[in-house]
Structures are given as structure tokens and as C-alpha cells.
């Protein structure tokens, strides 16, 4: 039976430096909100015959998005990287706005903050929407696991914890 959900997440922390209490917290929810409900469904794969569910190990090498998926014992499935210049202008972007979001939320009427937000949604949509462009052929995700993915690239994008690398 089909099971095409990811069931755990590793992160190439050696390629992130120190975070922000906020990115940290970005970055735990994002983990904690894939893992309780996604939809995750490998496309190509070593072996045809398995259906999930999966183990996900992201990370950064040389400039670009690393997936390497897994079986539940994590047994490799398929690994794959995604050139990052179709996201470093929409991922530039994000942390900016993010930036912004949380100096608002301290000192900012709630106008403000909602305004902000909803340009922060929009942008982090606009990346949702390109991840499964760039995914096609490979795994279909729905909109919801694409955003929390973003997410979780944006965090392997950081530079002392603070913006893009």
C-alpha cells in the first residue's frame, strides 16, 4: 500500500551557522509541521516497487539544493540537486521581508504586521509554486509540504544565522 509521506527530515547542519531564535523556531515548526501531515510522492526511484514512506536528507553543495531520498531504513531511493539561481532572488527576498516581519511584530501596529505578513505569505507562495515547478518529473508535493520545504531551504541558506549565504 502507498504511503507517500515523509516520515523524517535530516538537515546538513555542517552547511548552517548560528541561527537566530527566530530562524530557529522557523526552522522547528517547518520540521514538526511537514512531519505531521505531507504529501510526498517520489516520481523516479531505484526501486519501483517501494511507495513510501520516506526519509528526506536536504542539504547544500556548492551552490546547490541536495535531495536524497530514503527508504524508511533509510536505504537510498534517489538523490538528485537543484540549481539555487531560480530561488537566490525570491530567497533574498524572503529573508528581507522576514526581516521586516519580525522588527514589526516588536514594534509595530497590528496594520502594519498583517500588511507585512501578507507579503511575506505572498513571496514564500511565489517560492512554494517554483520548488514544485523545479520538482516536476522527480516528486510531487502539494502546496502546504512545497511551503514548509522552502522554509527548510531558506534555513540551509543562512549566513551567520542572518541572510542568504
Not at 37 to 66: C, H, I, Q, T, W
Not at 111 to 127: K, L, P, S, V, W
Not at 137 to 147: F, L, N
Amino acid at each position: 500500500m502507498a504511503d507517500h509521506r515523509i516520515i523524517d527530515i535530516q538537515l546538513d547542519d555542517s552547511m548552517m551557522t548560528h541561527w537566530n531564535a527566530d530562524i530557529e523556531h522557523e526552522r522547528r515548526v517547518a520540521i514538526f509541521d511537514i512531519l505531521e501531515g505531507n504529501s510526498f510522492e517520489l516520481l523516479k526511484s531505484s526501486r519501483d516497487d517501494y511507495a513510501g514512506p520516506y526519509v528526506l536528507f536536504l542539504s547544500n553543495m556548492d551552490g546547490r539544493l541536495v535531495f536524497d531520498v530514503r527508504t524508511e531504513a533509510r536505504e537510498p531511493l534517489m538523490a538528485f540537486t537543484l540549481a539555487m539561481s531560480p530561488f537566490r532572488r525570491v530567497i533574498r527576498d524572503y529573508f528581507e521581508i522576514c526581516d521586516s516581519y519580525f522588527e514589526a511584530i516588536k514594534a509595530g501596529s497590528p496594520q502594519q504586521i498583517e500588511t507585512i505578513d501578507m507579503g511575506r505569505r505572498g513571496i514564500h507562495d511565489q517560492a512554494s509554486e517554483r520548488l514544485m515547478d523545479r520538482l516536476a518529473g522527480k516528486i510531487a508535493v502539494d502546496m502546504a509540504t512545497a511551503r514548509r520545504l522552502f522554509t527548510l531551504i531558506c534555513a540551509l541558506h543562512l549566513k551567520d544565522g542572518r541572510g542568504p549565504v
